[in-house]
């Protein structure tokens, strides 16, 4: 039980690809708060970026408990807390809006002036607390596998990228880049009748983007002109009506511009690095009436709608979970991924 245990095992971020598995206190409820005992927690793109440079400037200040992308069992509850109980299944998202401030009441949650983070995935157990108990936690039926479950907030974050970028059935939209969060907007871009074209780099990643969806397939590598085979998979070849930047490079932010169609939209879903400046023709984006997007994060309301479509079993979660390891095998696990391995997600089992 918890309250005879005093410590756990968890990953602890010190800097540059310097993640180490150490002994640390146990956590414990406070009002309104949970403990969960992590079952899966997911390897993520953004947990790439954060060990290969040390740091991440909005969710963690070193040394930080690490991951963010979790599904469990309930250990213990806090004072207060009456939705939830030990035993029962949840997925934990890795924030809430404070739902009073100015953007919160604007209906923009994610880019709340108080958003509240939470770290510490990778671990043995994990303290949510009182707020994403209070508006993201949801509790997991059981038919659903919790690693699955655990795809919840990545695939939120894409939900809201695809509405926010006024999506419809029948579109045809081009999503570049075919990493984790790439081959996500193609198979939820697919599941929601839109034609995909995927603009991918990497010989194995035509497969996978096949398999979520894509109809067609551009490879960026023995390409000549990205732009010109792109279009010339639409109608009289005048570009796609979306586009969807997922590898974050200043290039292809130009060539989502140069892909759509004149009306259409682009949405810069990649952060580039701070500093980051990008040139654009400010007469094409002009005469041809272009909208620029740029998706952040997620809100509670495409958190459910992202767990509904896990729930469904509509999602591929299984071929989307490519690898699992053991919570001492993290180090390793990261260094794969940064060898660009044909891994999407990996499972860690703590």
């Known amino acids: ?81 009456t939705r939830f109980a030990a035993g029962m ?7 809430a809006p404070c739902g009073k401030c100015f953007w919160c009441a604007r209906q923009q949650e994610n880019l709340c002036e ?29 038919h659903v596998p919790l690693e699955h479950a655990a795809l919840t907030e990545p695939l939120a974050c894409v939900v809201r990228g695809l509405e926010e970028s006024g999506a419809r059935p029948g579109d045809t939209i081009s999503v570049i880049g075919a990493g984790p969060i790439g081959l996500m907007f193609i198979h939820a871009a697919a599941l929601s009748g839109l034609r995909v074209i995927a603009v991918v780099k990497r010989p194995e990643q035509v497969e996978s983007a096949r398999l979520f969806g894509a109809e067609e397939i551009v490879r960026t590598t023995g390409t000549r002109d990205v732009i010109a085979a792109v279009r010339g998979f639409t109608e009289k070849g005048r570009g796609v009506d979306i586009a969807i930047d997922a590898a974050a490079t200043p290039m292809t932010w ?17 952060g580039c690095a701070v500093g980051t400046r990008v040139s654009l023709d400010t007469n094409r984006l002009h005469y041809n009436d272009i909208t620029l997007k740029a998706s952040f994060h997620h809100t509670p309301a495409t958190c459910r709608r992202a ?34 391995s044909n891994d999407i997600k990996t499972a860690i089992i703590p």
């Open 114 to 142: 108080d958003l509240l983070f939470n770290n510490g995935a990778y671990a043995e157990y994990i303290r949510i607390p009182a707020r994403i108990v209070e508006k993201n936690t949801l509790v997991v039926p059981s």
């Open 254 to 270: 130009q060539w989502a511009v140069d892909m759509v169609r004149r009306g259409g939209t682009v949405n810069f879903f990649g």
């Open 1 to 81: 039980m918890l309250t005879q245990l005093t410590e756990m095992n968890a990953a602890v971020l010190y800097g540059q690809e310097d993640v180490r598995i150490e002994r640390v206190p146990m956590p414990h409820p406070e009002k309104g708060e949970i403990v969960v005992e992590v079952q899966a927690a997911l390897t993520c793109g953004t947990d790439l970026k954060t060990y290969r440079r040390g740091y991440h400037a909005k969710m963690l200040a070193l040394p930080a408990l690490f991951g963010h992308e979790l599904a469990g069992v309930v250990e213990a509850v806090g004072a207060g807390v």
């Open 307 to 340: 767990f509904d479509l896990v729930v469904s079993g509509r999602f591929k979660c299984s071929e989307y979970i490519t690898g699992r390891a053991r919570l001492m095998e993290l180090n390793s696990v990261f260094r794969k991924l940064m060898d660009r």
């Open 89 to 95: 299944r949840v997925v934990a998202l890795n924030s």
